[in-house]
C-alpha cells in the first residue's frame, strides 16, 4: 500500500506543467540566490538587486497549484504564511505587496516586459527575455 501511495505521489508530482521554474527579467544579473534571499524577496524584504536595481516581484494567485508549489517548494512555507506576511506589510505601512496576475500568460507576458522583475513560471515556459534562477546554500 506505501508503494501505491509513493507511485502515485511520484506520478502527480512529475506531471507536465506541475513543476515550477524562478525565473528574472534578462536585465537582472542574478542567476543564482539561496532559499533566505528568495524568502527576502518575496516577503518584501529585500527591494534592490546588488546592482541597485529596484526588484519587481511579479506573482499569481495564492489559490493556483504553481503558486502553492513555489512557496512550498522554493521558500520552504506555505501560502497563507506568505499571504500573511504581505497583508502585514502593506496594512502596517511598512512595505509593499507583490503584483498579481490572474494568468500564467499574464505572468509571462509582464515578466518578460519588467527590468527588474522576479517571478515563477512553470517548467519550459520561458522566454529568451527571462533567466532561469538557480537556488544554493551556503
Same mark, same amino acid.
Given at each position: ?35 533566505? $534571499? =528568495?524568502? #527576502? *524577496? ?9 546592482? /541597485?536595481?529596484?526588484? +519587481? ?23 497563507? $504564511? =506568505?499571504? #500573511? *506576511? ?5 496594512f502596517s505601512?511598512?512595505? /509593499?505587496?507583490?503584483? +498579481? ?10 515578466l518578460e ?14 522566454? #529568451? ?9 551556503k
Amino acid at each position: 500500500m506505501r508503494l501505491l501511495c509513493s507511485l502515485c505521489c511520484l506520478l502527480f508530482l512529475s506531471l507536465p506543467g506541475l513543476a515550477v521554474e524562478v525565473v528574472v527579467h534578462s536585465s537582472v544579473s542574478e542567476t543564482q540566490l539561496t532559499t533566505a $534571499q =528568495l524568502r #527576502a *524577496i518575496f516577503s518584501m524584504r529585500q527591494t534592490r538587486w546588488a546592482d /541597485g536595481q529596484a526588484i +519587481q516581484v511579479l506573482v499569481l494567485p495564492s489559490e493556483t497549484t504553481q503558486h502553492n508549489l513555489f512557496t512550498r517548494n522554493y521558500l520552504k512555507m506555505f501560502p497563507y $504564511q =506568505l499571504d #500573511a *506576511i504581505w497583508h502585514r506589510q502593506r496594512f502596517s505601512g511598512i512595505g /509593499g505587496t507583490p503584483v +498579481q496576475y490572474a494568468t500564467v500568460q499574464e505572468l509571462q507576458a509582464a515578466l518578460e516586459r519588467t527590468p527588474g522583475a522576479i517571478g515563477y513560471l512553470p517548467q519550459g515556459l520561458r522566454s #529568451a527575455e527571462l533567466k532561469v534562477v538557480t537556488l544554493y546554500e551556503k
